[in-house]
């Protein structure tokens, strides 16, 4: 069974870089034909998808935040990270790092929160 577990900073001051980590267990990143991704939740809102990268290490971002999203992978400690830039009060959410399997199956990480204030 795969499992997922976000670590960073719960709180992070506007202008500045969220960086979240998302460890994975169960499964090598670079396996199969998967899809390593980050979803957020903002509060009232229903969930976002942010980017993508894939078992051989293609990135893909939701249009909105290419300019300030980036997800790069440590294979050697089998984890992938999120970083987005220049945060404002509006990327304050629950984060989640999730893997999409051959078959269609996800596992998701259980969600960190983050809050952009000063």
């Known amino acids: 069974q795969v499992q997922l577990q976000e670590s960073g900073p719960g709180l992070v001051k506007p202008s500045q870089t969220l960086s979240l980590t998302c460890n994975v267990s169960?499964?090598?990143?670079?396996?199969?034909?998967?899809?390593w991704t980050w979803i957020r939740q903002p509060p009232g809102k229903g969930l976002e998808w942010m980017g993508t990268i894939t078992y051989a290490g293609v990135t893909d971002y939701t249009p909105s935040l290419r300019s300030r999203t980036s997800i790069s992978r440590d294979t050697s400690k089998n984890q992938f990270s999120l970083q987005l830039s220049s945060v404002t009060p509006e990327d304050t959410a629950v984060y989640y790092c999730?893997?999409?399997?051959?078959?269609?199956?996800?596992?998701w990480g259980q969600g960190t929160q983050v809050t952009v204030s000063s």
């Open positions: 999730a893997g999409k399997f051959t078959g269609g199956k996800w596992s």
């Open positions: 169960g499964d090598s990143i670079t396996a199969g034909v998967n899809y």
